[in-house]
């Protein structure tokens, strides 16, 4: 009777003793440094000439009709719908104003 009396006050005493050790534990901060990355090099343009955009290209390259008039021409406007909607060509400037 006395063991298990005196397992039964070990194993309280054990149990008591767990959380308190958790808390004395130091506490763990998760903070990330801040960390600079190199652009790849082919995704940086050699000279300060950007090309104009080939279909599909979106970084280092320049809109075309800014660059020699040629190309689609951007509008001045909103046309009010997207342009996969829109079948005959639309004027430069808003045919409202």
Do not use: H
């Amino acid at each position: 009777m006395n063991k298990i009396l005196l397992t039964g006050i070990a194993t309280a005493i054990a149990g008591l003793a767990v959380p308190a050790a958790a808390q004395t534990a130091p506490k763990i901060d998760y903070v990330s440094q801040e960390m600079v990355q190199q652009v790849p090099k082919g995704e940086e343009p050699v000279t300060g000439d950007l090309p104009i955009c080939k279909p599909k290209q979106e970084t280092n390259c320049i809109n075309s009709w800014e660059a020699n008039k040629t190309g689609n021409r951007p509008i001045n406007y909103w046309p009010g719908r997207p342009a996969s909607e829109i079948k005959e060509p639309l004027p430069l400037n808003d045919p409202n104003d």
